[in-house]
């Protein structure tokens, strides 16, 4: 061990020669989401849980029903799917590891699948309030360029609770504080943009979480001017001006 930390730190300050790179820990995700009739599934939603917690990613399926997230870090992960109807597939312990590709796909339920269920939190074990969380996050474009004046809500699921909503800086990030945590359905709208939207999603109480969301371009597989997302107006008569007059 003593030698290659040598050879290493020779290498490093030769005179002309490159700086050394710290090796990539980061791992990846990819798969492809079909129907029971093996047809793909466009702008499905994708979220990769941490077991650990911490951390959420999120990305939506292309036109081929494919969909990608890379630079994860290593860790097992749950993945969760949410379908066009609204209906949540998931698939538990996905070991991430550097420069290893995991391929997971999915085959969505037959229509009319029941909707997904809500379990109740239990209480803390001191019988105090739950302690709240805070809530930071960044969207992207899948050229990894900053998204913003989107919106990200939470919905609360299984309780009565108004709905909580942030906005993306010119970044991109976004952050909502002291949240009461529990089970969301977690919505990313951005113009241009396919919605993202997942729940029931758990944040634990006390367990601060951060959101790194990418949005694939809408509609999908077409480029898309702001101007098109535009309601279209019919010009005033000129009439009107006259009988004003």
Not at 1 to 8: D, H, I, K, S, W
Not at 40 to 45: E, I, K
Not at 90 to 108: H, I, Q, Y
Request: aromatic content about 6%.
């Amino acid at each position: 061990m003593a030698c290659a930390t040598l050879v290493a730190g020779l290498i490093a300050t030769a005179p002309g020669a490159e700086e050394t790179k710290a090796p990539d820990t980061s791992g990846q995700v990819s798969g492809t989401v079909v129907s029971p009739a093996r047809k793909f599934v466009p702008g499905a939603s994708v979220a990769l849980v941490p077991e650990a917690g911490g951390e959420l990613y999120g990305t939506s399926t292309a036109e081929d029903g494919r969909y990608a997230l890379k630079n994860l870090k290593t860790a097992s992960y749950a993945i969760l799917v949410m379908d066009p109807t609204g209906t949540v597939l998931r698939k538990e312990r996905v070991n991430v590891r550097p420069l290893f590709r995991n391929l997971v796909d999915f085959v969505t339920e037959p229509a009319g699948s029941p909707p997904p269920h809500v379990p109740a939190l239990p209480p803390p074990g001191d019988g105090a309030a739950p302690a709240p969380i805070d809530i930071a996050g960044s969207l992207a474009t899948t050229e990894g360029k900053p998204i913003s004046e989107a919106w990200v809500s939470l919905r609360p699921m299984g309780v009565e609770a108004p709905l909580l909503r942030a906005r993306t800086d010119a970044e991109g990030r976004l952050r909502l504080l002291h949240v009461q945590g529990g089970y969301f359905q977690i919505t990313a709208r951005a113009l241009g943009h396919v919605t993202w939207s997942l729940g029931p999603i758990l944040l634990e109480p006390g367990h601060d979480v951060t959101l790194r969301l990418t949005l694939l371009p809408f509609p999908l597989g077409q480029p898309m001017n702001p101007e098109d997302f535009l309601v279209p107006t019919s010009p005033i008569p000129p009439e009107v001006f006259e009988k004003e007059g």
